[in-house]
C-alpha cells in the first residue's frame, strides 16, 4: 500500500467596511483538506513542512537507497 500524505486546514475570515451610513460585516468560514498518494521512492519517515508568509511548502525527500538508473529516450 503506497503512503500518503493528507493536508487539511480551516479558514475564518472576518472583515467589516463601514460606511457613511451602514456598516457591513462578511465573514467567511471553511474547512479544506487535500489527500496525495506519494510514490514508493520517498522517504516517508522525513517529511517536513514549514509555513511562512501565508505559504506552506512541504518538503518530500527521495530515499537515499534509491539508485536511479539511466533512461533511454527514443527521438524521432
Known sequence: M??????????????????ENAIR???VYGAF?????????????????????GVLRIHVPKAKTMKSEPLAIEVH
Open 33 to 53: 483538506a487535500r489527500s496525495f498518494v506519494l510514490p514508493d521512492y520517498v522517504d516517508a519517515n522525513n517529511i517536513h513542512a514549514e509555513s511562512k508568509d
Open 25 to 27: 460585516i462578511e465573514s
Open 2 to 19: 503506497a503512503d500518503g500524505v493528507i493536508i487539511s486546514g480551516e479558514r475564518t475570515l472576518e472583515r467589516e467596511d463601514q460606511g
